[in-house]
């Protein structure tokens, strides 16, 4: 099992920032892709950004690219999703989710979620 754990969620005004983090826990060696997904009420889950947990590429869905940046730090089994320019349509739950490859659509195959983080976004 894996666990997941994501933090750093709040509420903000519209273009400034915010560092998401997920720390991870379990069997960590039986997933090797990481992904942020969000959602909001009624709308399906949605992919924003993943990563290979050893190392390579980041992947990022066309709707949060030059704003969201996914990283990791793996002395830490921990992933980040740092938000800048923050827009009152960022407003979701985003969750943390490990899994494997390969990515497509900037998300993992995944098999683990966090329970979330809330942000909203103000205008």
């Known amino acids: 099992q894996v666990q997941l754990v994501e933090s750093g969620g709040g509420s903000v005004q519209a273009g400034g920032s915010l560092r998401l983090s997920c720390a991870a826990s379990?069997?960590?060696?039986?997933?090797?892709?990481m992904s942020w997904f969000r959602q909001t009420p009624g709308k399906e889950r949605e992919g924003v950004a993943s990563l290979y947990t050893n190392g390579g590429p980041t992947y990022y869905a066309d709707s949060v690219k030059g704003r969201f940046t996914i990283s990791q730090d793996n002395a830490k089994n921990t992933v980040y999703l740092q938000i800048d320019s923050l827009k009152p349509e960022d407003t979701a739950m985003y969750y943390c989710?490990?899994?494997?490859?390969?990515?497509?659509?900037?998300?993992?195959?995944?098999?683990?979620w966090g329970r979330g983080t809330q942000v909203t976004v103000s205008s």
């Open positions: 379990g069997y960590a060696h039986i997933t090797n892709c």
């Open positions: 989710a490990a899994g494997t490859g390969p990515v497509i659509a900037a998300q993992c195959n995944v098999r683990y």
